[in-house]
């Protein structure tokens, strides 16, 4: 586990990492500011995993990336859709179906910032 505390004008904030030994790509990262109750916690690439290659749709398989990876990736702009709680992300983007072809939309799940399935989604569904 690795720690630090970071002082601020008027908060305190704790940070703390711990490695996945059942997934070594990845660790789970903590923030707590103080005063607050909330508590910010994500799934991220460990800084020694190699980075995420990105080709097409099909390479989006559950647990190959982050939701901050894929924000950054060629696959966006991508509309984040709110609502589903602290935990869970979705978003729609437009790619090429590797199935039929067809430039399409497709609907992304994210749970713990982790991501989970990549499916496509009628293009009515959502308009990008």
Not at 47 to 65: F, I, K, M, N, Q
Request: with cysteine.
């Amino acid at each position: 586990m690795a720690d630090r505390i970071e002082r601020h004008e008027h908060a305190e904030i704790r940070w703390a990492a711990w490695d996945l030994t059942f997934w070594p790509d990845f660790r789970v990262e903590w923030m707590e500011v103080s005063g607050h109750r909330e508590l910010f916690r994500h799934i991220v690439r460990h800084p020694d995993s190699p980075p995420v290659r990105w080709g097409s749709v099909a390479e989006l398989t559950p647990w190959s990336c982050t939701v901050n990876e894929f924000h950054d990736s060629p696959f966006v702009p991508a509309d984040h859709v709110d609502g589903f709680g602290t935990v869970d992300d979705v978003a729609f983007f437009r790619a090429i179906d590797p199935e039929s072809g067809e430039n399409r939309v497709h609907r992304v799940r994210f749970d713990w910032q982790l991501l989970q399935s990549v499916e496509p989604s009628p293009d009515h569904a959502w308009k990008l």
